[in-house]
T-cell receptor
Framework: NAGVMQNPRHLVRRRGQEARLRCSPM?????VYWYRQLPEEGLKFMVY????????ESGMPKERFSAEFPKEGPSILRIQQVVRGDSAAYFC?????????????FGQGTRLTVV | AQRVTQPEKLLSVFKGAPVELKCNYS??????LFWYVQYSRQRLQLLLR??SRESIKGFTADLNKGETSFHLKKPFAQEEDSAMYYC?????????????FGGGTRVLVKP
C-alpha cells in the first residue's frame, strides 16, 4: 500500500490561474480530508468528503474553492483565480472509517506558490 | 468552538535531557487527543493518541481534563527525535476524523 498520494508535490501558478490538487487515498479508504497550512501556522481543516459526497465543508473559503471525491479516481481540490494568499501547503488525509479511534493517514502535501 | 494551543514554537534540548511539549485545548464535549510528528522531508504521521494509553518511541502523554492539557513527554531525548510535533483534537462528532491542530512545536535535540 503506497499510502496517501498527492500530486503534484509542488505547483506554481500565476495570479488568476486555476490550481487543481489531487489526492489518492490509501487503498480501501473512503474518507478524505483536506487541510491547509499557511507559513508558520498549524494545519487548518478545510473539507471532509466521502465518495461522491461532501460531508463537512465548514473550513472551505466561501468563494473560489471547491472539492470533490468522485466514485472513481482521486479527490480533487480546485482553486479558481488564485491569489497570493492561497500560497500554502495543502495536505490530504484518508481514513478507513470515521471517529477518533480510526487513524487518519496523511499525504506528503502539495506546496502551492502563487506568483 | 474547539481550539488547540501549543505555546512553544521551538524547544531546544541536549541529547539525554528530558523534553516536554505543552498542549492545551478547549472543547465543550469529550475530546479525542492526538500527537502527530513530522520528521524532516517526511509526511505527517500519528505518534500517539490518548485513548490507547501507550508509549511510542519513549514518548507518553496524559490527558488532564481538569487542566485541559495533553502534554507530550520523553525522559531522555534522542537526536532522532528532532522534528515538528503537532497536538490535535477530534471532537468525535458526525464529522468523522476532522482534526483541529495546534500551531506545532519544533524540537531540536543537540548532541
Amino acid at each position: 500500500n503506497a499510502g496517501v498520494m498527492q500530486n503534484p508535490r509542488h505547483l506554481v501558478r500565476r495570479r488568476g490561474q486555476e490550481a487543481r490538487l489531487r489526492c489518492s487515498p490509501m487503498k480501501g479508504h473512503s474518507h478524505v480530508y483536506w487541510y491547509r497550512q499557511l507559513p508558520e501556522e498549524g494545519l487548518k481543516f478545510m473539507v471532509y468528503l466521502q465518495k461522491e459526497n461532501i460531508i463537512d465543508e465548514s473550513g472551505m473559503p466561501k468563494e473560489r474553492f471547491s472539492a470533490e471525491f468522485p466514485k472513481e479516481g482521486p479527490s480533487i481540490l480546485r482553486i479558481q483565480q488564485v491569489v497570493r494568499g492561497d500560497s500554502a501547503a495543502y495536505f490530504c488525509a484518508s481514513s478507513l472509517g470515521q471517529g477518533g479511534n480510526t487513524e487518519a493517514f496523511f499525504g506528503q502535501g502539495t506546496r502551492l506558490t502563487v506568483v | 468552538a474547539q481550539r488547540v494551543t501549543q505555546p512553544e514554537k521551538l524547544l531546544s534540548v541536549f541529547k539525554g535531557a528530558p523534553v516536554e511539549l505543552k498542549c492545551n485545548y478547549s472543547y465543550s464535549g469529550s475530546p479525542e487527543l492526538f500527537w502527530y510528528v513530522q520528521y524532516s522531508r517526511q509526511r505527517l504521521q500519528l505518534l500517539l493518541r490518548h485513548i490507547s494509553r501507550e508509549s511510542i518511541k519513549g514518548f507518553t502523554a496524559d490527558l488532564n481534563k481538569g487542566e485541559t492539557s495533553f502534554h507530550l513527554k520523553k525522559p531522555f531525548a534522542q537526536e532522532e527525535d528532532s522534528a515538528m510535533y503537532y497536538c490535535a483534537l477530534s471532537g468525535f462528532q458526525a464529522a468523522g476524523n476532522k482534526l483541529t491542530f495546534g500551531g506545532g512545536t519544533r524540537v531540536l535535540v543537540k548532541p
